[in-house]
């Protein structure tokens, strides 16, 4: 009977030792900030597929601190008054992430529309550049 309960245990534990990390709980994409992003900076891309001409859409993102330092988002800039960062200033300690809504206004835009929105960190030279993707009909 001890070897029944014991072993669905050990395969769970196994296979959770096993799996690749994985952010729980923060929901949202996934926008990994490691060592070499805060010294050098880097890219990623925050998809919004096809929208609406006139329709506002946010999306949730997690600045997922996989640096052994923590950090501070002190900034942004954008390149276009029709995208917008919102989230708490406070510190991210290694191994939690930051919280963040990236909103994107397509009133007024047509077509493929590819923004730039630059995040500095705190200590960082370089900033997290984001590209800001969608289709808007």
Avoid at 44 to 73: L, Y
Avoid at 88 to 95: A, E, F, K, L
Wanted: glycine fraction near 8%.
């Amino acid at each position: 009977m001890m070897r029944r309960l014991l072993l669905p245990a050990l395969l769970t534990l196994a296979a959770a030792a096993c799996s690749p990390r994985k952010t729980v709980g923060y929901g949202g994409e996934i926008i990994p900030v490691t060592d070499t992003i805060l010294r050098t900076g880097g890219s990623d891309t925050i998809r919004f597929g096809r929208m609406h001409e006139g329709e506002i859409a946010a999306k949730r993102i997690v600045f997922d601190n996989r640096s052994p330092r923590s950090f501070v988002v002190t900034s942004y800039e954008v390149s276009c008054h029709c995208t917008e960062l919102a989230f708490d200033n406070q510190p991210v300690i290694p191994g939690e992430g930051l919280r963040a809504t990236v909103t994107f206004d397509a009133r007024g835009e047509r077509g493929w529309q590819m923004k730039l929105m630059k995040v500095y960190f705190s200590g960082s030279r370089e900033p997290l550049r984001l590209f800001i993707e969608a289709d808007v009909e």
